[in-house]
């Protein structure tokens, strides 16, 4: 794990901190760094919205300022199961119910590996680490947004929420992270493509990421098209066309119907009598014209 993956990791230690703090009901699962920061998931009744943001700042930057020694310990799995039971994991203390999403994590961890916890001030959560030294190494912090997930990822679970933030070591690296997120939500193809007039977008009955061409779009996409021809033709290249639908054979032999099957188009059964049967309707509609009477 890298410095700034270590410092990520320790900020959603800290973020669980603050929110036990204001709320300590709450039931934590899962807390790992990602590639742009952090989240933690959590079970509570209250619904954390981005005005509750500041407020669980406050208590982060409380805890940072603090400089807690991030404290590793080993456990057996009898132990852990026990605090789990208590309601210690993943706390700031000895609660009346169980820490759940812990108890499941703990129940789930192999046999041979070893089970440790992390302590930081008062939070105690089960984890493997590793962490920073301190919370005053996390230098810079800024919660950026919350959005819902399934416990595991697994729509059968309980929908959790989850708390997302970014982490740094100090606040000129932080504010450089926020400038280019600026700067290239000001160079965001459907925005530009929106205003020069090159495409539009219908959500409703085409579908995100499915561009109406318009006539100026139409036009670089027909140049493009042309350079593309010329390019292949220049390297000795010779173009085939294939059609745009094949029988399910050639996917399960391809390999992607297994992994794409959800999202692509259901087959279509192909009717061998269609004909045959359109000619014995066309005959009935005959007779009982036929039969019945006129006038």
């Given at each position: 794990?890298?410095?700034?993956e270590?410092?990520?990791?320790?900020?959603?230690?800290?973020?669980?901190?603050a929110?036990l703090?204001?709320?300590?009901?709450?039931?934590?699962?899962?807390?790992?760094?990602v590639?742009?920061?952090?989240?933690?998931?959590?079970?509570?009744?209250?619904r954390?919205?981005?005005?509750d943001?500041?407020?669980?700042?406050?208590?982060?930057?409380?805890?940072?300022?603090?400089?807690?020694?991030?404290?590793?310990?080993e456990?057996?799995?009898?132990?852990?199961?026990?605090?789990?039971?208590?309601?210690?994991?993943?706390?700031?203390?000895?609660r009346?119910?169980?820490?759940?999403?812990?108890?499941?994590?703990?129940q789930?961890?192999p046999?041979?590996?070893?089970?440790?916890?992390?302590?930081?001030?008062?939070?105690t959560?089960?984890?493997?680490?590793?962490?920073?030294?301190?919370?005053?190494?996390?230098?810079a912090?800024?919660?950026?947004?919350?959005?819902?997930?399934y416990?595991?990822?697994?729509?059968?679970?309980?929908?959790?929420?989850?708390i997302y933030?970014?982490?740094?070591k100090?606040?000129?690296?932080?504010?450089?992270?926020?400038?280019?997120?600026?700067?290239?939500?000001?160079?965001?193809?459907?925005?530009?493509?929106?205003?020069?007039?090159?495409?539009?977008?219908?959500?409703?009955?085409?579908?995100?990421?499915?561009?109406?061409?318009?006539?100026?779009?139409?036009?670089?996409?027909?140049?493009?098209?042309k350079?593309?021809?010329?390019?292949?033709?220049?390297?000795?290249?010779?173009?085939?066309?294939?059609?745009?639908?094949?029988?399910?054979?050639?996917?399960?032999?391809?390999?992607?119907?297994?992994?794409?099957?959800?999202?692509?188009?259901?087959?279509?059964e192909?009717?061998?009598?269609?004909e045959?049967?359109?000619?014995?309707?066309?005959r009935?509609?005959e007779?009982?014209?036929?039969?019945?009477?006129?006038?």
């Amino acid at each position: 794990m890298t410095e700034l993956e270590r410092i990520r990791h320790s900020a959603a230690h800290v973020l669980a901190t603050a929110i036990l703090k204001i709320w300590p009901e709450a039931q934590f699962a899962a807390g790992p760094p990602v590639e742009t920061g952090f989240y933690y998931d959590l079970e509570l009744p209250h619904r954390i919205s981005p005005e509750d943001f500041a407020r669980i700042e406050e208590e982060m930057k409380r805890e940072v300022k603090a400089n807690h020694v991030f404290e590793r310990v080993e456990i057996s799995r009898s132990d852990a199961l026990a605090m789990a039971e208590r309601g210690e994991l993943a706390s700031l203390a000895t609660r009346g119910i169980p820490s759940k999403f812990k108890l499941d994590i703990v129940q789930n961890i192999p046999e041979d590996e070893v089970i440790t916890l992390y302590r930081n001030g008062e939070f105690t959560d089960l984890c493997a680490g590793p962490h920073v030294l301190r919370t005053g190494n996390i230098g810079a912090f800024k919660l950026t947004h919350v959005a819902s997930a399934y416990y595991k990822g697994d729509e059968r679970n309980p929908q959790l929420q989850r708390i997302y933030g970014t982490a740094f070591k100090n606040k000129t690296a932080m504010e450089e992270y926020f400038t280019m997120l600026e700067e290239a939500k000001k160079r965001d193809h459907r925005k530009i493509g929106a205003e020069m007039g090159l495409y539009a977008i219908d959500s409703e009955f085409v579908g995100p990421g499915m561009p109406l061409w318009l006539p100026k779009g139409t036009v670089l996409v027909e140049e493009l098209e042309k350079l593309a021809k010329e390019s292949e033709f220049a390297g000795g290249y010779v173009r085939v066309r294939s059609p745009h639908l094949a029988k399910e054979k050639m996917y399960k032999t391809s390999g992607h119907l297994p992994y794409y099957a959800e999202s692509m188009f259901p087959p279509m059964e192909m009717d061998e009598h269609r004909e045959e049967r359109a000619k014995i309707q066309g005959r009935m509609a005959e007779l009982e014209r036929l039969l019945t009477p006129q006038g």
